[in-house]
């Protein structure tokens, strides 16, 4: 019991003076069959494949302005397309800022 209460239970300075760790709680994802979403047959493809190996994709999933082709959102993995002009620099640093440690992976077709 006080191994329990050491690992779960902070005392603080202020007011309300003892604080309660949380647990880490997984993210839930609902899952959806989403392929009537994907515009290009690379995208389909793709989505296809993710879905045999028990991957769950969210195609066009948007974050900020920038729509992220395909993401698979518990790992925090975004597939984006290659446009010309656009910085890849730029773009996975404004990701990992704005998502939250989000890799990206841009695909060249």
């Known amino acids: 019991m006080l191994k329990f209460i050491k690992r779960n239970v902070r005392i603080i300075k202020s007011f309300p003076f003892i604080k ?3 647990a880490f709680q997984p993210s839930l994802v609902i899952v959806e069959d989403l392929e009537h979403i994907c515009r290009t047959d690379v995208e389909i493809l793709l989505y296809q494949k993710l879905r045999r190996h028990m991957y769950y994709p969210t195609p066009h999933y948007r974050v900020n302005h920038i729509v992220v082709n395909i993401a698979l959102i518990p790992f925090r993995v975004a597939l984006i397309e290659q446009h010309n002009g656009v910085d890849e ?3 996975k640093k404004y990701l990992n800022r704005k998502a939250g440690r989000l890799f990206s992976i841009i695909l060249n077709t």
């Open 20 to 22: 309660f760790n949380r």
């Open 89 to 91: 620099k730029q773009l």
